[in-house]
Structures are given as structure tokens and as C-alpha cells.
Antibody
Framework: DVQLVESGGGLVQPGGSLRLSCAASGFAFDSHSMNWVRQAPGKGLEWVSSITSSTRTIYYADSVRGRFTISRDNAKSILYLHLTSLRAEDTAVYYC????????????????WGQGTPVTVSS | AIQMTQSPSSLSASVGDRVTITCRASQGIRSDLAWYQQKPGKAPKLLIYAASSLQTGVPSRFSGSGSGTDFTLTISNLQPEDFATYYCLQDYNFPLSFGGGTKVEIK
């Protein structure tokens, strides 16, 4: 079975750093683009970052560009998100999500999600 | 960046009702839109991709339509397990963007 398990969240002071991990299993991790999506308490979903299977292409939301870094270790099947210069508005549950591909090879949504890891930025 | 405007933000409906949720993109996005369902404390679940393709395992009472800028998610014969919050997501270009969400509540 496909599984995505996030870890690394916690309480951090403003200006601090964290590294989130997403351990993948049950599929060929190195064949899928991956994403991070976050959800602030009581708010909607916000896309954060994407990385292609080869790490050749990376994208960020404007709200995190220059502060967050996405990366992956295909040998270990782990996706990372390094969060720096954290602000109160970064407080959220952070989800990793797998990109699906249809039978034609085209993008077909985010078909598997982790359970989320909470990040709280507060002094 | 593309803005996704979702409406309504909430609605009340009864079991058996037909429910329609709309998403409007600030520019044309072809059919590059997905719909997700989220229940409290849970991760989102993919329902529809490419505007109208039903994800494997999702009941056929869920359907999606639209292209360009206007999209619709329809739930026919609403079931108790369908009470949740629904989000659209444009995947036409980066930065990807979600709609604000529609909370479907029990009337």
C-alpha cells in the first residue's frame, strides 16, 4: 500500500528553523513529482512547493520563496521541506502529497497524502 | 498568479439533495482543475482530476465539469458521508492555487 508519513513538526520560535520529512513507501518514489501543502488552523489549503522526480524542477509559493527549501532523497524515498526564518503565519499543518499520472502519462491530481505534521511558530 | 474563486463558501443540504459547487479561475486554465474533499482532522482526498475525470474508487454521484475559467463539482443524491469541505485546485501553472473551500453542512 502507498504510504506517506510526515514528521519533524513542532513548536519553534519566530525566526527559527525546522526540517520536515515525508517518508514514502509502497510505490516507486523516484517516478513521482511530490508536493507540500499546508493548512493554517481553521483556514483553507495552501500549496507550498513542488519538486519533480529528478529534482530538476522546483517551484515555491511566493509566501515561502527564499525561506523554505524542498528536496528529496530518492535512494531513501524521503521528501524534505527545510523551513527557515519562520513567522507566525507559517503556523499550519504541513502535508506531503504525491502527484498521480493517468494512463496517458499526464498529470492526474494529488492522489495520496500524508496525515500531516503540525508546525507552530510562537514565542 | 491565478486566483481561484470558489462559491458558495458554505451551504446546507439534506441527504438525497443535489449539490453544486463552482470554481472560477482568474484566467483560462484549460481543464487543469482538480477537486478535493476534506473532513475535519483528515488529509484531503482527490475526487476529480482534469476537471471531469473521476478518481478511482470515488462514487459516481460525484461529477465535475467545465473548462477555461468556469468549473462545477456536482454531488447527486448527497449521502451522510459527503458532509465535508470541498476545494478546487488549479494545476495549469505554478504557483498552484486552491479555491477558498466550500463547507457542506447538514440542513
Amino acid at each position: 500500500d502507498v504510504q506517506l508519513v510526515e514528521s519533524g513538526g513542532g513548536l519553534v520560535q519566530p525566526g527559527g528553523s525546522l526540517r520536515l520529512s515525508c517518508a514514502a513507501s509502497g510505490f516507486a518514489f523516484d517516478s513521482h513529482s511530490m508536493n507540500w501543502v499546508r493548512q493554517a488552523p481553521g483556514k483553507g489549503l495552501e500549496w507550498v512547493s513542488s519538486i519533480t522526480s529528478s529534482t530538476r524542477t522546483i517551484y515555491y509559493a511566493d509566501s515561502v520563496r527564499g525561506r523554505f527549501t524542498i528536496s528529496r532523497d530518492n535512494a531513501k524515498s524521503i521528501l524534505y521541506l527545510h523551513l527557515t526564518s519562520l513567522r507566525a503565519e507559517d503556523t499550519a499543518v504541513y502535508y506531503c502529497a504525491r502527484v498521480a499520472y493517468g494512463s496517458d502519462g499526464f498529470y492526474a491530481g494529488f492522489d495520496y497524502w500524508g496525515q500531516g505534521t503540525p508546525v507552530t511558530v510562537s514565542s | 498568479a491565478i486566483q481561484m474563486t470558489q462559491s458558495p463558501s458554505s451551504l446546507s443540504a439534506s441527504v438525497g439533495d443535489r449539490v453544486t459547487i463552482t470554481c472560477r479561475a482568474s484566467q483560462g486554465i484549460r481543464s487543469d482543475l482538480a477537486w478535493y474533499q476534506q473532513k475535519p482532522g483528515k488529509a484531503p482526498k482527490l475526487l476529480i482530476y482534469a476537471a471531469s475525470s473521476l478518481q478511482t474508487g470515488v462514487p459516481s454521484r460525484f461529477s465535475g465539469s467545465g473548462s477555461g475559467t468556469d468549473f462545477t463539482l456536482t454531488i447527486s443524491n448527497l449521502q451522510p458521508e459527503d458532509f465535508a469541505t470541498y476545494y478546487c485546485l488549479q494545476d495549469y501553472n505554478f504557483p498552484l492555487s486552491f479555491g477558498g473551500g466550500t463547507k457542506v453542512e447538514i440542513k
